[in-house]
């Protein structure tokens, strides 16, 4: 069953980061994720399409350092939705 970005970002992050944390990584991987994916949150993870992604790094061009950690973390994001047991991106198989 899919879930919106903004559950399964909360979800992660609650999985994989402490809240708690004064880890500075972290804390700029929560950033990243409510910051750049904010605009698509409402949306149902399973209906991204690379087009939402390409807007959100096309408005980082002018900052190339910026635009590749974001598209790290949201990478990492979004393979981590399609494993078991969270599968919030349905396989095509």
């Given at each position: 069953m899919s879930k919106t970005v903004k559950d399964a970002r909360d979800e992660f992050l609650t999985n994989h980061y402490d809240p708690a944390s004064t880890n500075s990584w972290a804390h700029k991987v929560e950033l990243i994720l409510k910051k750049h994916l904010g605009r698509i949150e409402h949306k149902q993870v399973a209906e991204?399409?690379?087009?939402?992604?390409?807007?959100?790094?096309?408005?980082?061009?002018?900052?190339?350092?910026?635009?590749?950690?974001?598209?790290?973390?949201?990478?990492?994001?979004?393979?981590?939705?399609?494993?078991?047991?969270?599968?919030?991106?349905?396989?095509?198989?």
């Open positions: 991204i399409t690379d087009g939402d992604i390409r807007r959100v790094l096309d408005k980082l061009a002018s900052t190339p350092s910026m635009q590749l950690h974001v598209y790290r973390v949201e990478r990492t994001f979004f393979t981590w939705c399609t494993r078991s047991p969270h599968r919030h991106i349905p396989s095509l198989s």
